[in-house]
């Protein structure tokens, strides 16, 4: 292999491929298969990387992030091939409106179509913080705690919203997730907020780990919250925010 493909890949990546590849053959199958749903900016970096902290689960990121022409069915049998004798789950995250590049894909169907599956349906209780997480990553050009650690925060300040793209996101985002029942019917769900798992890490490891069969551990993670902020200091015409939505049901976002 060419030596600066070598570097920027990096030896432990291409090991970790091999192994992989290895497995998919070779390992068993007989686990629960999961798939993590939410949108963006909900912590779910944070919780895949809980998830996969546990000995006896493998999670992997966005895998129908964008299908590049792929055959949907080939992506998810590379992704539920063969694992480790240890592993007893095996998921990845999707978010609502995956693949990105076809809108239409049978992804969902297919999903909707195994009654094995496990949905751990992943969201944010105040979900204005999500629509100004995003909105700062997309600013700033850092999608992730890494990016965020190498690029500093000092000059991330804040962001301005209108009223009419706030309402439009708290409506999309409310549909996404009345849809999440309807289109998984078949399955069993469990249903989990960042807050929650933020301020009660324990309680959601026993839940999340009774919920996909394996045995307890207390999961961890090494990422961090990215805007710990309030949102008076994140949302630079906050006033004008919360006086446009007071006698609504968002009203709730604005206090903290």
């Not at 432990?12 to 298969?33: C, M, S, W």
């Not at 300040?157 to 009419?164: D, H, P, R, Y």
């Amino acid at each position: 292999m060419n030596t600066s493909i070598r570097r920027i890949i990096g030896p432990k990546r291409i090991l970790a491929r091999l192994e992989h590849e290895v497995f998919n053959v070779i390992g068993h199958q007989d686990y629960t298969p999961f798939i993590v749903l939410t949108r963006s900016r909900t912590g779910s970096n944070m919780l895949i990387s809980m998830l996969d902290s546990h000995s006896q689960v493998a999670a992997d990121g966005e895998v129908f992030r964008t299908l590049e022409g792929r055959d949907v069915r080939r992506v998810l049998r590379r992704s539920w091939g063969g694992q480790r004798r240890n592993i007893k789950a095996k998921g990845f995250k999707i978010f609502y409106y995956h693949p990105l590049d076809c809108p239409d894909s049978e992804i969902w169907s297919v999903l909707a179509g195994m009654e094995d599956l496990k949905v751990i349906h992943l969201s944010r209780r105040n979900v204005l913080r999500t629509i100004v997480s995003r909105k700062l990553a997309g600013e700033i050009g850092a999608w992730t705690s890494k990016q965020y650690a190498e690029i500093g925060s000092p000059d991330k300040a804040s962001v301005i919203l209108e009223v009419g793209e706030v309402r439009e996101a708290l409506e999309q985002t409310a549909m996404w997730e009345r849809e999440v029942s309807e289109r998984f019917s078949k399955q069993d769900i469990l249903h989990l907020t960042y807050e929650d798992i933020v301020s009660s890490p324990e309680d959601s490891s026993r839940e999340i780990s009774e919920f996909l069969g394996v045995e307890y551990e207390a999961l961890s993670t090494k990422l961090k919250k990215q805007n710990p902020e309030r949102l008076e200091v994140l949302i630079e015409n906050f006033d004008q925010l919360k006086d446009a939505f007071a006698d609504t049901e968002s009203a709730i976002f604005f206090d903290e």
